[in-house]
Structure formats: C-alpha cells, structure tokens
C-alpha cells in the first residue's frame, strides 16, 4: 500500500485556527480513528529539547500539541503528554523547567491530561526506552521541524530519540558518533517503537544550524501528518530542499524496509509539495560534506574538518557546555571557557546544548579553499 502523507497550511498558532488544521492534517489521511481506536491509551509525544518559551521555535509548540490532544480527546483516548528532557554529558535539562517554560504543563493542566516522566525504563536490544511506551497502547508523535547538525533533519524519526532513557543518551553519543552509526541507532529506535502516527509543527520550523538557540526559525507555515514516519521525513526532506536519501536515516530505513522515500511513491494529500517549497533552508555548516562523493570523502576526510568554536563575547560562563561534553574536553581558564580539540570527537552536544547560542562550527581551511 502507498504511504500517504498530508501538508495543510497554518500561518501561525492562533486558537482555534491551528486546532482545527491539525485536525485537517489527520482528517486528510483517514482520520484518526484509521490510526488510533477509539478509547485507547496514547502517549503523545512532542520534541522538547530544551527549557525555552515557544517563540524561540526550538521546541514543538504546544498549541500544536494541544490540537493533537483534542482530536484524540474527540475520539474518548486516555492520554499521556511526555518527553525525556534532553541530556547532553553529565548535563541534564531539568525535565520540570522544560515543561514549564515550553508551554506544555499549562496545555496539560488546561485540557486535563496527564503529564509523564520518563523515569521508568526497559532494555531493548542495546539501549532502554521508557516504559510509558509499554503502559499506553499508541504512541503519537509530534515533532519539530528543524535542521540538525549531526542529522541534517530532525524529524519523525529523530523525535524518537527522547524515548531514550535519561542519561543513557550520552553513553548512544559517545558509542555512536559517527553520523551514520547514530542513524542507525536512531532507526533501531524506530523498529522498536513505530508512532501510529506523526504530526509535524512547521508553522515555525529551523534552518541553519539547528536543533538548538544556534538554528534560525523559518516561517514554513506548515503542518505535516502521516502514519509511515519515513515517508514524514522525506516529505520534510524535499520541502527543505535536500534529497530524501541526503538523511542518512531515511537512507538506512529504506535499506531495512521500513518505510517509503521515493516521493512518487507518495501520495501527498492537501497542498500540493511544488506550492509549498520556498527557497531551500540554510543547512547547517556541518552538512556540506556529504555534497561530496564518499570515495573522495574517505581519503580527504582528515583535512575537511568542522569544529566547535566558543565565541566569547556571547559565553555567559554558565557551565552547561562543560557538563554536556561526553569527552569532559571543555574546561574554564583565566575567566574563559576552551575546548581541547585533541580529544573533540565533533558530536556538537556542546553547541546544542549552549542556551546563548555562544558556540558556532567552524569549517577547517581546506573545507573552505574547496567551497564546502
Ligand atoms: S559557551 Fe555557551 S554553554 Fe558554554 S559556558 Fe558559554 S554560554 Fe554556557
Ligand atoms: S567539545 Fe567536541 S566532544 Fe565535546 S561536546 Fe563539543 S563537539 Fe562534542
């Protein structure tokens, strides 16, 4: 059977107007009782990164959340709202701030469904996700349309990263910190636990060098849904302006068979995909090495490097970055803060996790001599 995948425009997160397109997005693919029966337990799961208001566009936006809970609401669902705060090293987002200053402790306290931590977890294969995917019957996911540093895209399938037990996610960063070793754990996820179905928030998606304060928030304007999350991300893929296949994820899905990257084998419900592409998004700085081939990759790869580089007119000195380093390479002397590059291992959780977006990646001499 054909995936199916649906793009509504929303211009901004005006009530009732964005309920009612997110219930558009789903009517359009079935409607939600062609995912999730009616009276089940759900766990809607949006992508909170970290503690910031919404209009920074780093987290998904609760409005957006609180349509999907409507519409499950409609239908009798027992919901859950949850997400694993993001952890970067020893560093840990207090998971109470997050859903505070995201907005999505009020959503929940307003509409009267219950908000869960990931405390509890299960081993799987060679990593633990939270039980809440064991104690609810369906899994919704709702992400946040960004770029990614290390992932080109965040997405449906990335948003599953947050089912990861708590700290554990440092030991997946320092085991797998080659970007396609960490898709490839981040498709294990995806096999372990399929969403019934994603709706992505791109009213405000990321460009530049997302997912965290570094990226640039992009009007989009855009609602995206669909129950094949691979099919999801290649949609988003060539909004973006980037082949399906440029996301190693999607890349290493397709080889599994688990899901649908050749957009003609799409069927793309409501606006048409040639009516929504604007110009293609800023990428992120790290992302132009894969324009080149991979055999030229392999032998030049040493010399095209791209590094974390702390600006210190912008450092506030607040420490996160020292505790999200997995390597502990980051370090405070004379008042200022350093990384030693000797033992970087270029998984970019220090510029992620920097809340004064003090850190930007900077290309080596030759990556720039050759125009990468
Ligand atoms: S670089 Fe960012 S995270 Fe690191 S100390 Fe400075 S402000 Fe904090
Ligand atoms: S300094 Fe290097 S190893 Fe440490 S968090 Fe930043 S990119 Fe990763």
């Known amino acids: 059977m054909r995936s199916q995948v649906s793009i509504v425009k929303c211009a901004d997160y005006r009530q009732p ?53 409507k519409v499950l609401k409609e239908i009798g669902c027992k919901i859950y709202v949850g997400d694993g705060p993001s952890v970067w090293g020893r560093y840990a987002e207090n998971v109470d701030s997050v859903y505070e200053q995201s907005g999505i402790k009020r959503v929940c306290i307003e509409e009267g469904v219950e908000l869960v931590r990931f405390d509890k977890r299960r081993w799987r294969t060679h990593f633990p996700l939270t039980t809440w995917i064991d104690e609810t019957q ?10 990614h540093e290390f992932t080109l895209l965040t997405g449906a399938i990335k ?7 708590g700290t554990y996610k440092t030991e997946l960063h320092k085991q797998y910190f080659e970007r396609k070793s960490f898709s490839k754990i981040l498709v294990d996820i995806y096999e372990q636990k399929r969403p019934a179905l994603s709706v992505v928030d791109g009213i405000v998606a990321m460009e530049g060098d997302g997912p ?66 604007g110009r293609p998004f800023l990428l992120p700085v790290t992302s132009l090495r894969s324009r080149i081939p991979q055999p030229i990759v392999n032998i030049i790869k040493k010399f095209i490097r791209y590094r974390p580089v702390i600006r210190h007119e912008d450092c506030s000195s607040c420490g996160v970055c020292i505790e999200a380093c997995p390597n502990k390479i980051i370090s405070r002397r004379n008042g200022k803060t350093y990384i030693d590059y000797s033992r970087c291992i270029y998984c970019f959780c220090c510029q992620e996790s920097c809340p004064n977006s003090a850190i930007s990646i900077r290309k080596s001499l030759l990556a720039r001599l050759v125009g990468l």
């Not at 919704?140 to 960004?146: D, E, G, L, M, Y």
């Not at 948003?159 to 037990?165: E, T």
């Open 17 to 69: 107007q964005v309920w009612n397109k997110v219930k558009e997005s789903i009517d359009l693919i079935g409607g939600i009782e062609k995912f999730v029966p009616s009276g089940s337990s759900v766990l809607v799961k949006p992508n909170l990164l970290m503690a910031t208001p919404p209009e920074t566009g780093v987290d998904t936006h609760p409005e957006v959340v609180r349509g999907v809970i």
């Open 138 to 147: 369906y899994l919704v996911s709702v992400p946040k349309f960004k770029t």
């Open 159 to 165: 948003n599953l990263y947050g089912l990861v037990s």
């Open 212 to 277: 965290g304060t570094s990226g640039k928030p992009r009007q989009l304007g855009l609602l995206i849904a669909g129950p094949d999350a691979v099919a999801v991300d290649s949609v988003m893929a060539v909004i973006m302006g980037v082949k399906p296949l440029d996301v190693f994820t999607n890349k290493e899905a397709k080889a599994r068979g688990l899901g649908e990257t050749d957009i003609n084998n799409i069927d793309i419900l409501g606006e048409r995909l040639a009516d929504v592409r």
